[in-house]
């Protein structure tokens, strides 16, 4: 029963550092008595015969007391041995069945994560995930709200927002997704119409699609030449949200300065063309933001711990298509 935990909590049989490790003791001394000697025991818990007469040793010698009598060929548990072997007995078995429990609960956690995403990653990103998360954890409620504004977890009673851009000092914990690179993109139908961009100065001579947001100004952030430049841009559009940009820019309305995630299937599937390619263009992290501490929910723990390293990978898959 103990055989991983005491490989996993004992396994010094070539001189490690001594830690505090009164669980792997107490599987070790467990081991002696189910197995009769110190040698059957050290062959089941991958150690050497005078690696498990020390750690006895050693424990006997911390209790002040002796656990084993060694005056007879075979080993005999005194009075407080007796007591100790039945106490560790006990505690493994709690351990276990408490470790077995977590595991019971985890496919039967349940409850409501409320989450906070901008529209284009929440769309692209995020919703393609959730069929697959809702066949392991079905019971858990995922409350989805898609905004390009930035909200107030506090206020809103957000329990995770993933965030494209900086991070504003608060008393956040913060998980980094991977990296956003935005890029200049038109449909097709407009290049045709109004001839493609080969400079950031050509911007002033096009419809350039953007957002009305408080917090953003008109330029756009991009290289000319090995040096960065705040393009000013103007336009006959200004929406809330990416995907509202995103679709009228592949109706032939203008260009948009859009993350790669958001347009890469577009571009794969010639509904996009990238300009400006040799203009190096802003990059931005993404992140998931929430309530620390000690007391993170379970369902909250689950839902990022199954959704991080997939949107990592789906981050760096969309990367590597324009390297």
């Given amino acids: 029963m103990f055989h991983e935990i005491d490989r996993a909590r004992y396994n010094n ?19 002696v008595v189910e197995t009769g000697s110190f040698s059957a025991a050290a062959r089941v818990l991958f150690m050497t015969p005078s690696t498990v007469s020390k750690l006895i040793s050693r424990l006997e010698g911390r209790l002040g007391l002796r656990l084993f ?18 106490h ?4 493994i078995a709690d351990l276990d069945e408490f470790e077995a429990e977590l595991t019971r609960d985890a496919h039967k956690a349940s409850g409501t994560v ?8 929440g769309t692209l990103c995020l919703e393609p995930l959730l069929p697959v998360f809702w066949t392991k954890y079905p019971r858990i409620t995922v409350d989805l709200s898609l905004s390009d504004e930035l909200v107030d977890i506090y206020l809103d009673r957000t329990d995770v927002a993933f965030r494209v851009g900086p991070l504003a000092d608060s008393g956040l914990i913060a998980r980094r997704i991977g990296t956003a690179r935005r890029m200049v993109v038109a449909a097709p139908s407009y290049l045709e119409r109004h001839g493609t961009p080969q400079h950031c100065g050509d911007l002033d001579q096009h419809n350039c699609l953007s957002f009305n947001f408080r917090r953003t100004r008109p330029v756009w952030q991009l290289g000319d030449g090995g ?17 509202t940009v995103r679709r009228l820019c592949i109706a032939g309305a203008g260009l948009a300065h859009l993350a790669d995630f958001h347009v890469a299937e577009d571009i794969a599937a010639g509904r996009l063309v990238q300009v400006l390619v040799t203009a190096e263009s802003d990059s931005e992290d993404v992140n998931a933001v929430f ?15 199954f959704m991080v390293p997939r ?10 298509q324009f390297q």
Avoid: C, K, W
């Avoid at 005999?76 to 072997?85: A, K, N, P, R």
């Avoid at 309530?291 to 711990?305: M, S, T």
């Avoid at 949107?311 to 590597?320: D, E, G, K, R, V």
């Fill in 13 to 31: 049989q070539n001189g490690g550092t001594e830690v505090d490790n009164r669980i792997g003791e107490m599987a070790v001394v467990v081991r």
């Fill in 69 to 86: 009598d060694r005056s007879t060929r075979t080993l005999v548990l005194t009075e407080q041995g007796q007591s100790f072997y039945e």
């Fill in 88 to 91: 560790a007995t006990r505690f």
């Fill in 114 to 121: 409320r989450v906070s995403a901008s529209v284009g990653f």
């Fill in 227 to 243: 040096r960065r430049v705040d393009q000013q841009i103007s336009g006959n559009l200004l929406a809330n949200n990416g995907e």
């Fill in 291 to 305: 309530l620390g501490g000690l007391h993170v929910p379970p369902r909250l723990r689950l839902f990022l711990d």
């Fill in 311 to 320: 949107l990592q990978a789906a981050l760096q898959h969309h990367a590597a």
